[in-house]
């Protein structure tokens, strides 16, 4: 069965320092993998995803991320963090293999929180 | 020109009553799904449809009963509402099954539900 773990449950880093949030995963094949964000009192948005190919897949608002297979890790990250990045962030599987062919899992989330 | 909508975005009822969530989508997207989030803002997914036909159905009471009336439509009817129904409810779409297709989920704004 598939998997996704968001170790940190915040994350605090200040302005135009470098962010990472992570995420791990378990899948019994290659993963399908996602990053959405979540700012209050709204619905998630998609920021980048990872089917195939290159390891690092650049999204939204200047964000990326890392496949690493031997650490099954997709980590998402931005060279210099904005205010208006803070929000909560979600991590998300699919294996598609998987017979349940549409199940994409989330992680807990993360909340970064990016300070003046 | 929203994507995918919902209504109501606020929902405030007693227990014991019913009531519904209704979402709607314009991307021409084939499966649809609610997904629950609670206080902790974890994320998990109800249900899931795919032109019309149910493909996904976790463990939820069977108070919670979704319809499809076509695969622009996914409603959510709850009967006998209790105070741990409490949350917010996200209506999503997708485009496809195959596994090359991606998945990329797209969400609505959210419904918040408190039962009271």
């Known amino acids: 069965a598939q998997s996704v773990a968001q170790p940190e449950d915040q994350v605090n880093v200040a302005e135009g320092n470098p962010l990472t949030v992570k995420c791990t995963y378990s899948v019994s094949g290659n993963p399908y993998l996602f990053w959405y964000v979540q700012y209050p009192n709204r619905g998630l948005q998609f920021l980048l995803k990872y089917i195939t190919g290159d390891n690092l897949v650049k999204g939204s608002y200047g964000f990326e991320a890392e496949f690493n297979k031997s650490q099954t890790s997709f980590h998402l990250k931005k060279p210099s963090a904005l205010v208006s990045d803070s929000a909560l962030y979600f991590c998300?599987?699919?294996?598609?293999?998987?017979?349940?062919?549409?199940?994409?899992?989330f992680g807990s989330g993360t909340r970064l929180s990016i300070r003046p | 020109d929203t994507a995918v909508s919902q209504t109501p975005k606020y929902l405030v009822t007693q227990m014991g009553n019913d009531k519904s969530i209704k979402c709607e989508q314009n991307?021409?997207?084939?499966?649809m799904y609610w997904y629950k989030q609670d206080s902790k803002k974890f994320l998990k997914i109800m249900f899931s449809?795919?032109?019309?036909?149910?493909?996904i159905n976790e463990t939820v009471p069977n108070r919670f009963s979704p319809k499809s009336p076509d695969k622009a439509h996914l409603n959510l009817h709850i009967n006998s509402l209790e105070l741990g129904d409490s949350a917010v409810y996200f209506c999503?779409?997708?485009?496809?099954?195959?596994?090359?297709?991606?998945?990329?989920?797209?969400f609505g704004e959210g419904s918040w539900l408190t039962v009271v």
């Open positions: 991307l021409g997207h084939d499966t």
């Open positions: 999503a779409s997708s485009q496809g099954l195959t596994p090359s297709s991606g998945n990329t989920i797209y």
């Open positions: 998300a599987v699919r294996d598609p293999w998987d017979s349940s062919a549409s199940k994409i899992i």
């Open positions: 449809y795919n032109n019309k036909e149910l493909i």
